[in-house]
């Protein structure tokens, strides 16, 4: 059986989501916990990936890209919502994941040459990429939520 193709990704996916979306259900309102627990939460993927055979290491680009991505988004968020309220978030996470991608993008390739020229197997599988990115993207989400609320003391309206 293949651990690392489409429903063991379908199905790492899903029971990590249902997992991440209890736990910042149940703590959205502690503004000073959210972002620790959201840098938590990015090492659950890590249970998945290697579960599968893989290292942590090999999936470092997806890894790298989800955290550029989505902890810069969050910061477009965060400006957007401070400028428009609701809608200003909803268009600065739009308008910022459109730039963000772009970036991320290069620090994923870097991160993935850097893989290869030291003799990583960083070859991508439905698996890796979906936990590499998730677990990336929730602990970029978590660093901004934790900077911007409990070190620059961004107020909620």
């Not at 968020?77 to 428009?84: H, N, Q, S, T, Y």
Request: aromatic fraction near 6%; glycine fraction near 16%; hydrophobic fraction near 50%.
């Amino acid at each position: 059986m293949n651990r690392q193709g489409m429903l063991p990704a379908l199905g790492s996916l899903a029971t990590i989501s249902v997992v991440a979306v209890a736990a910042v259900a149940y703590t959205i309102y502690n503004v000073r916990l959210i972002g620790p627990l959201m840098i938590a939460l990015g090492f659950l993927p890590w249970l998945a990936i290697r579960l599968s055979a893989r290292t942590i290491r090999s999936t470092g680009a997806d890894i790298v890209f989800g955290a550029v991505d989505t902890g810069f988004l969050g910061v477009a968020a965060l400006i957007g919502a401070e400028l428009g309220g609701v809608l200003g978030a909803i268009v600065g996470g739009l308008v910022g994941d459109s730039i963000t991608d772009g970036f991320a993008g290069i620090f994923e390739g870097q991160a993935s040459d850097y893989l290869r020229r030291h003799g990583i197997e960083e070859a991508r599988t439905p698996l890796s990429s979906s936990m590499g990115k998730m677990s990336g993207c929730l602990m970029g989400a978590g660093i901004t939520l934790t900077i911007a609320w409990s070190i620059a003391g961004v107020a909620l309206p």
